[in-house]
């Protein structure tokens, strides 16, 4: 059985419970797409496209229109700038990013495509897309955004035609060839390529569809060759779906603006710190141990927004004397705050391999702090708040949408999207999200 026959067979139950699940996804991504094109630099990469491109597909909240590749692409990039966008550890990375700012584009181009519609075809390309996640054993220097995503990419436009299997086939055959050869240090150096993968991997996934339309077939195989033999270890095409369970129902939603294997250590110090009422001038040192992925979190000092948000030192540092894990702290430079550093500077981080064994079931940390009287207090945790066994309900979604999106809309508007997203399967057309959105002044 092939990998499209697989997706395309399988069986959905359409409930409401499944809807929520769905409904959330789309107003803690749009959340984060609004967020992000609002940063400085993605406003310069618009600006500076925009002078050399124009079409008809808006962005959400801007003056400017594109080509349909070119809006997938600063969609993308947007969609990540923050590092609030929802994620699945199930699939080991963020299914959502690949492939709902591919439907909104869809619904962009056909106007009368309804909400029902749409939330059918965003559960399907989510449960796929983190199929693809799931069977795809990447090497462990590459960063999942812009791997096995460019599939779920095109998997969510292919469904969103109303694909065949043979269709599917080929043009998953294509979208590999668009898999980009991503670092995981460029998260960490705060690199800003890294927002650009999840770019790439929307243009490329739409571009496989019509380049499957056009006859310009892949050769046999390339999909398994790409991630088995040049991307990752190995990409187990025969697995099944998991039928036990959705994945969009068993994802995380982030309450810190950090990378996700930041936020059991900065919970975990969180609750030490409150517990026992620490000083900062009594704490000698801070040790935190966790699984090897999160363990590559370790630089102290950093220089820039990204790297900042992939810094387990700077996440406990800055919450310690600022109370706060949201974006607002990377907008105001708290990076550079020489008593946070200071802070940071005395934070350790360190693999523990016996935290790797129920990873990604679990994705703990233990944190220890030595006082400089010698008193040590220990705390574990195993995950953090908005995951798959703490997960938030549609309220506290659209309260994180309301608080973050406070500088970018006005109340009205707010409501009305919230209100939009309630209703999504009465919906009559998607593309209004866009209209409303774009009701008061943008920039």
Not at 6 to 13: M, Q, S, V, Y
Request: glycine content about 6%; hydrophobic content about 35%; charged content about 25%.
């Amino acid at each position: 059985m092939t990998v499209a026959e697989k997706l395309l067979g399988r069986e959905f139950h359409f409930t409401d419970s499944l809807y929520e699940s769905a409904k959330k996804v789309f107003l803690d991504t749009i959340g984060a797409m609004l967020m992000g094109i609002g940063e400085q630099e993605q406003q310069q990469l618009i600006e500076n496209y925009s002078s050399i491109n124009q079409g008809n597909y808006a962005l959400l909240k801007s003056k400017y229109s594109f080509d349909l590749l070119s809006a997938a692409f600063l969609s993308g990039v947007t969609s990540v700038a923050v590092e609030l966008d929802e994620g699945n550890q199930w699939s080991k990375g963020h299914p959502a990013v690949h492939v709902m700012p591919v439907l909104l584009l869809y619904a962009q181009q056909n106007p009368s495509y309804s909400g029902e519609q749409f939330l059918k075809d965003l559960i399907r390309a989510y449960e796929a897309t983190t199929y693809f996640g799931r069977i795809t054993s990447l090497k462990k220097e590459l960063h999942a955004h812009g791997t096995w995503g460019v599939l779920g990419a095109a998997t969510a436009y292919a469904i969103a035609q109303n694909t065949s299997v043979e269709e599917l086939d080929s043009v998953l055959e294509i979208a590999s060839t668009f898999a980009s050869p991503t670092k995981w240090e460029a998260a960490l150096e705060g690199s800003g390529i890294r927002n650009v993968y999840v770019g790439e991997s929307l243009e490329g996934g739409i571009k496989a569809w019509y380049l499957m339309k056009s006859k310009f077939y892949a050769p046999k195989g390339n999909m398994k060759y790409v991630f088995s033999n040049i991307l990752g270890y190995s990409f187990d095409d025969q697995l099944e779906e998991n039928d036990d369970f959705y994945a969009i129902e068993r994802n995380y939603y982030k309450q810190h603006a950090f990378c996700r294997y930041a936020h059991v250590p900065l919970e975990t110090f969180q609750q030490l710190v409150i517990r026992h009422n620490i000083n900062p001038d009594q704490i000698e040192k801070v040790c935190v141990r966790t699984y090897e992925r999160a363990a590559t979190l370790e630089n102290k000092i950093t220089e820039n927004s990204l790297s900042s948000k992939f810094s387990i030192p700077f996440a406990l540092a800055s919450w310690y004397f600022l109370k706060q894990s949201d974006h607002q702290i990377f907008r105001e430079k708290k990076y550079l705050d020489t008593t946070i550093r200071s802070l940071a500077e005395k934070i350790e981080v360190i693999h523990d391999p016996k935290l790797d064994e129920n990873y990604p079931d679990i994705m703990p940390a233990i944190v220890t702090i030595l006082l400089k009287d010698g008193t040590k207090y220990e705390h574990r945790l195993n995950n953090a708040l908005g995951g798959p066994e703490e997960n938030f309900d549609y309220e506290d979604i659209e309260n994180k949408f309301i608080q973050n999106t406070t500088t970018i809309l006005s109340k009205d508007v707010q409501q009305e999207i919230s209100k939009f997203v309630r209703n999504l399967e009465k919906e009559k057309s998607v593309k209004e999200i866009f209209d409303i959105v774009n009701r008061q002044d943008i920039t």
